[in-house]
């Protein structure tokens, strides 16, 4: 619904005014009085005014200090797996809270306090972000893709053509496992967030290449992938890297433990390391969807005469080109190769 003002509550000089309003941040914690100023229509106002951010709209009691959530948003992109809980653990812990007068041990409801908190300083990072991006006409569809890397992908005036115009490799990493709520008998729930970054393929795009695979039938009569292969004698078969090569494997090979919900991301980077796209590997492997649904959004943003290198190039050259997108990788001259550092799995 649109936003009404003249439904919004009128609050009078007494709701404004903070009283004994707790004020932490990350070496204090203290009760003090803050009072408005004339223009400050909510006290949340009067609350960022003074560097602070509350959880209620109206009438809050406990406010966080923008320094320790803008210090907690780096701690966790450093390192995903400290949580919400780590850092009020570690907010008492600096507070002194178990030990000191008229205090209280850390409590569960901390959580839901700073989680409140961060969730507003986040959108207000959003918006100002999306603010600064539109003043300087950086919003445009595939910005991101188009301006990431110069040194990839900005052109110079009479510049001789290159032999590949652009350059990338993909793979994938299974250490950002998430796991599934519905394992410890709990009711799973639904995750109805959206990426508001162009960084991110959504998994309805991803899965509009799950039935696009043509697997490739292992007649293997041993398919264990963790077992040690003896390496070939003088008198055995040339050496194959698609039969040794794990992530080459058939599809229905590269199932992933049910307890996990999203087994890891699938990643596209340039030559200089810049991230280009990602999506999420959702209860599966690696499998050929997500190499497609990447190289497909490749294609139509930097267009013909392109690489990808990949460390089972040699057999997703046979998918890509067997999926509908092989005719059009073939007409814009789409060269896929094997990096350099797998190059010994490759009897290279």
Not at 185 to 195: H, I, V
Not at 206 to 213: I, L, Q, R, S, Y
């Amino acid at each position: 619904m649109p936003h009404n003002p003249l439904e919004e509550p009128a609050l009078d000089n007494d709701s404004l005014s903070l009283k004994n309003i707790e004020l932490i941040d990350v070496f204090s914690r203290k009760r003090t009085s803050l009072r408005p100023l004339l223009s400050h229509t909510y006290p949340n106002k009067t609350l960022i005014y003074h560097g602070y951010l509350d959880c209620l709209p109206l009438y809050p009691t406990v406010a966080v200090s923008i320094c320790t959530l803008a210090t907690y948003r780096q701690s966790h992109r450093t390192w995903p797996r400290f949580s919400i809980q780590a850092q009020c653990k570690a907010l008492c812990h600096l507070h002194n809270i178990r030990y000191t007068i008229c205090s209280i041990p850390y409590q569960s409801y901390l959580n839901t306090q700073f989680s409140d908190a961060y969730d507003v300083y986040l959108e207000i990072i959003h918006r100002v972000d999306s603010l600064i991006n539109e003043a300087l006409d950086c919003n445009t569809p595939n910005w991101h893709l188009l301006n990431s890397c110069p040194c990839c992908f900005y052109k110079l005036e009479d510049e001789d053509n290159l032999t590949f115009e652009w350059l990338v490799t993909i793979n994938s990493n299974n250490s950002l496992k998430r796991w599934s709520s519905s394992i410890d008998g709990s009711t799973t729930r639904g995750d109805l967030r959206k990426f508001r970054t162009d960084y991110w393929l959504d998994h309805t795009i991803v899965d509009g290449f799950k039935d696009d695979v043509r697997g490739r039938l292992n007649t293997a009569t041993n398919n264990d992938d963790w077992q040690d292969i003896v390496p070939p004698n003088e008198s055995a078969p040339p050496f194959t890297c698609i039969d040794r090569w794990r992530n080459a494997g058939p599809e229905q090979c590269k199932q992933m433990f049910a307890i996990f919900d999203e087994s890891g991301i699938f990643i596209a980077a340039c030559r200089h390391q810049f991230v280009l796209l990602a999506c999420d590997m959702v209860k599966s492997g690696e499998l050929a969807k997500y190499p497609l649904a990447i190289i497909e959004r490749l294609l139509t943003v930097y267009g013909q005469n392109g690489a990808c290198a990949y460390d089972i190039s040699c057999a997703f050259a046979k998918t890509l080109a067997n999926s509908m997108l092989g005719q059009r990788a073939s007409s814009l001259n789409l060269r896929m190769m094997v990096g350099a550092f797998h190059g010994h799995a490759h009897n290279q």
